[in-house]
């Protein structure tokens, strides 16, 4: 669908969430409303930069009243996420936390791709005050302001469950300091090459498996590595069936995950954390912060997504 008819989309700015693999653009009405939205399979890792051109060039064609080449520029586009990178179409260096959305807003960088002028948003990075160990993270600072946004209140904590799993501690509107686990990755790469793939059959899903994984992961009696390997060997002598095994090692993963978040935040006990993210994998999440006596609650990510950009765009108006 094309929105070519300007009293539809008055006021409207485009967001794009161009990561590594996929393309997501949307097309946000000045309330925050989702107009239309138009993705690829396209992430920077898959481009050069002609196709990055070749990609906005056809952006532009599906929305020409709303993404004008750079002779009509009216600075409502912007870009997060690995396009902003290292291995992107520019680098927008990196946000020190703590900070807000001004600074993010006066971080994004200006750029033109494919004759679109846009704005590329950095990334932000942190020192822990648990351990004073660096992270960093690109493309989610939408979805946390947004969020942010729709509960201007909130001090606390927030977790974005996925292939790298952020968690996210917040104060006063400011995002003070966060860390990253990867278990989504080595979930996805333990189940797909290697000894543990062998052993792996359907879908996770909280039973009793998951749980068990859960309650061993955050225990911490022994160390992951060896956890891990534990899944094959309940497998090969008949203690878990080959059905279970994927739900299994998510609750391995998940519950070492957990533990981590509860050494550095203990806080997070008395804590209500949301859940930003896809429904199936926060369901996974929400049932093993359950089981270990951490409340959560689930946020929608392309409504945080489309309220950060009009967010964000608010701000660098001013």
Not at 151 to 164: M, Q, R, S, Y
Not at 279 to 293: K, M
């Amino acid at each position: 669908m094309s929105l070519a008819d300007d009293s539809q989309g008055a006021g409207s700015i485009v967001g794009i969430n161009w990561g590594s693999t996929n393309f997501r653009a949307y097309l946000i009405g000045a309330d925050g409303v989702l107009l239309d939205e138009f993705s690829r399979p396209a992430g920077v890792a898959k481009l050069d930069r002609p196709g990055m051109e070749a990609l906005m060039r056809e952006l532009a064609l599906q929305w020409p009243e709303h993404v004008p080449p750079a002779s009509r520029y009216h600075s409502a586009v912007y870009a997060a996420g690995m396009i902003g990178s290292n291995v992107g179409w520019q680098e927008a260096p990196y946000v020190v936390a703590p900070a807000g959305l001004r600074e993010l807003g006066a971080g994004t960088v200006p750029a033109t791709i494919g004759g679109v002028m846009l704005r590329i948003v950095p990334g932000m990075t942190c020192t822990r005050e648990h351990d004073g160990g660096p992270d960093i993270l690109r493309g989610e600072e939408i979805e946390l302001f947004g969020f942010a946004r729709l509960h201007p209140e909130w001090d606390g904590f927030v977790a974005l469950p996925g292939t790298h799993t952020k968690w996210v501690r917040f104060g006063g509107g400011q995002l003070l300091d966060f860390f990253t686990s990867m278990s989504g990755e080595m979930f996805d790469r333990l189940t797909s090459a290697g000894l543990l793939a062998s052993i792996v059959e359907g879908e996770a899903h909280a039973g009793d498996a998951f749980y068990e994984g859960v309650r061993l992961g955050s225990e911490r009696a022994l160390g992951l590595g060896t956890l891990l390997f534990g899944a094959r060997a309940r497998v090969i002598r008949g203690q878990l069936a080959r059905s279970e095994s994927s739900s299994f090692l998510r609750g391995l993963l998940i519950g070492s995950e957990i533990a981590d978040a509860l050494a550095m935040h203990p806080g997070l006990k008395d804590a209500s954390v949301p859940l930003i993210g896809s429904g199936p994998v926060c369901r996974l999440y929400a049932a093993a912060l359950e089981r270990l006596g951490v409340r959560s609650s689930f946020v929608d990510s392309r409504v945080a997504c489309l309220m950060g950009f009009s967010a964000l765009h608010r701000e660098a108006g001013r």
